[in-house]
């Protein structure tokens, strides 16, 4: 009995392991799949349907929507939540999508990664220099609290991150309206209807 | 008097940097305290201003500029670079910097002389590190100043009260540059040079960046907004010489992304 449950024990951590994803690889992959994206001939508006999927898939969209509202997400009631999340999701889609399909042939090199704590790895990159751009670096900050299935939450562009570049739009426009919810429901929703 | 007029503000404005940027505690190293917007609504139209002078003149000289021989592009790029060197070389010697000092200013040497006045970057292919840039504006925070109040400066564009004193310190002669040009008793350089150098600089810079800001604009729902944010990023990144390789102070803050795990 014992020995089959050691057995099991050990099969059992075997599935886990072949599940787990490590985040270097996940990115990779995940660029990969962008790139394969960009490089086909296809239309720019299936390019972006594409990038979205993508995005659906890999990307923590609720996480970098919380953390996007600072601290106004604690005065939010369950229907204020609901309807935030579903303009953001909206936003963050449109947004992230059209600013990559701007990119064409991008080669995307995984350099290395930083194991920040049980929820977070940094995993370092490199878009490859071209005629038209100098190289770049780009570094992933990716949730790993779910080990099978690691998420992105920022990108950090030469140093400059993106989700806190968008964390301090919102709160410009809080700020600017009092502190109404409103006014960005507002501003999310022209964004993504334009 | 024009001098004693600078310097009084330059006091001033270093005097209030101290107060408002730190709140009474002076710890750089520390996480960044957040920069206010005290002039929002006159930065604001300052940059309405600074947009349409872009789009109206800037850009489409930035754009004309892309379409010149690459070769010209790149000394260009690479003499206002060079020059810039002036201004880091000393501020490495107040961040107590030396040895890097001793390095840029050889890299000078070697790029003005074989580089022809720094239009070919020869250092780099020497095998020198990689070239960055530091004002005064860094030497002040690495000196403990905070950064003061977020400022649109007319034609200029995003500053602080910290960096907009530091830029002071070049016409108080700080950049040699400069002091060659307005007050050197030679016949090369004048006003009228040391003025286009720094529009060649700028249209050099907006070259570089015209399809970022365009992205950036497109795609943001308070472009105000955005370009702070970035800019006062990249002037924390620079101050904490982030590229040289002080990457752990950048991920040091981890309470905003915990705290969203914990809802």
């Known amino acids: ?194 | 008097m024009k001098k004693i007029s600078l310097i009084l503000i330059t006091t001033f404005l270093l005097a209030f940097n101290a107060n408002a940027g730190s709140d009474g505690e002076l710890n750089l190293r520390e996480q960044p305290k957040k920069v206010k917007d005290c002039f929002e609504g006159i930065n604001r139209a300052t940059f309405a201003f600074n947009q349409s002078l872009d789009k109206a003149i800037i850009k489409p000289l930035a754009e004309g500029y892309r379409n010149l021989p690459d070769p010209i592009q790149k000394g260009t790029h690479n003499f206002v670079t060079n020059l810039s060197s002036l201004v880091t070389i000393p501020n490495n010697v107040l961040q107590g910097d030396i040895k890097l000092a001793v390095i840029n200013t050889a890299r000078l040497v070697v790029n003005s002389t074989v580089g022809i006045l720094g239009t070919i970057d020869v250092a780099n292919g020497m095998g020198f590190p990689k070239y960055e840039k530091e004002d005064y504006g860094q030497t002040l925070a690495t000196w403990g100043f905070g950064p003061g109040c977020y400022v649109v400066l007319p034609v200029l564009g995003p500053s602080t009260l910290r960096d907009t004193t530091g830029s002071f310190m070049n016409i108080l002669g700080g950049d040699p540059y400069y002091n060659a040009s307005m007050h050197g008793n030679n016949e090369f350089l004048n006003e009228n040079v040391y003025m286009a150098t720094k529009a060649v600089e700028g249209i050099d810079f907006r070259s570089n960046n015209i399809e970022s800001f365009d992205n950036l604009e497109v795609n943001s729902i308070d472009f105000y907004a955005s370009v702070k944010s970035l800019y006062l990023q990249d002037r924390e990144n620079k101050i904490n010489n982030i590229r040289k390789g002080n990457i752990e102070i950048f991920y040091k803050n981890e309470e905003d992304w915990e705290e969203i795990d914990k809802n």
Do not use: C, H
Request: charged fraction near 30%; glycine fraction near 2%.
């Open chain 1, 1 to 194: 009995m014992k020995k089959i449950f050691l057995v099991l024990l050990f099969l059992n951590l075997n599935i886990l392991n072949v599940f787990s994803v490590e985040p270097d690889v996940f990115v990779q992959s995940t660029v990969n799949r962008a790139s394969e994206i960009l490089t086909k001939n296809i239309s720019k508006e299936d390019k972006i349907n594409n990038l979205k999927e993508i995005a659906k898939e890999t990307v923590d969209i609720e996480g970098v929507g919380f953390y996007s509202l600072g601290s106004a997400r604690k005065s939010l009631n369950n229907e204020q939540k609901i309807k935030y999340l579903k303009l953001f999701e909206d936003y963050f889609l449109k947004s992230f999508s059209s600013r990559l399909s701007e990119y064409t042939n991008p080669e995307i090199d995984v350099l290395s990664k930083k194991v920040l704590s049980e929820n977070y790895t940094i995993v370092n990159s490199v878009l490859k220099e071209t005629a038209e751009r100098p190289e770049v670096k780009i570094d992933w900050r990716i949730y790993t609290k779910n080990k099978d299935n690691p998420l992105i939450r920022d990108l950090i562009i030469e140093g400059l991150s993106l989700a806190r570049t968008q964390k301090e739009e919102f709160a410009s426009i809080l700020s600017s309206n009092d502190g109404n919810i409103n006014s960005l429901f507002q501003s999310l929703e022209k964004f993504s209807s334009n």
